[in-house]
C-alpha cells in the first residue's frame, strides 16, 4: 500500500486487492469503511470493467485505464493532476515479479 500527497492535498492510495480474496466491490467497501473514506470523493482506476462497474455501485468515481494519455487527462479535468502531470504505465507484472 502506498500514499502520496500532490500540491492540492489529494491522497492517492494504491492497493493490491487481489490477495484479499473478496469480491472487488466488497473490498472496496472495506477500504472506504477502514480509512474513513467517502465513496464519492474516491477516484477509482482500474483496467477491467467489471471492477469499474463495481466501484461505481457503491458511489466511487471510477475510471476505465485504456492509456496513460486517457488517464491523465480525466485526471486533469476532475482537478486531480496538474495539466502538465505525467501519467506512467507499469504493467501489473512488473509490480507482482520478484
Known amino acids: 500500500m ?13 492497493l493490491f486487492l487481489a490477495a ?34 463495481a466501484a461505481s455501485r457503491i458511489g466511487m ?5 485504456s492509456d496513460p ?3 491523465r487527462e480525466e485526471l486533469v479535468q476532475l482537478g486531480f493532476l496538474p495539466s502538465k502531470a505525467r501519467v506512467e504505465y507499469v504493467p501489473w507484472s512488473a509490480l507482482t515479479n520478484k
Open 69 to 71: 494519455a486517457s488517464l
Open 61 to 65: 468515481h471510477a475510471i476505465r485505464f
Open 2 to 14: 502506498r500514499l502520496r500527497r500532490n500540491s492540492k492535498s489529494h491522497a492517492a492510495l494504491v
Open 20 to 53: 484479499t480474496g473478496l469480491r472487488i466491490g466488497e473490498a472496496l467497501a472495506l477500504i472506504c469503511q477502514r480509512f474513513a473514506l467517502i465513496p464519492e470523493q474516491v477516484i477509482y482506476i482500474d483496467d477491467l470493467q467489471h471492477n469499474v462497474e
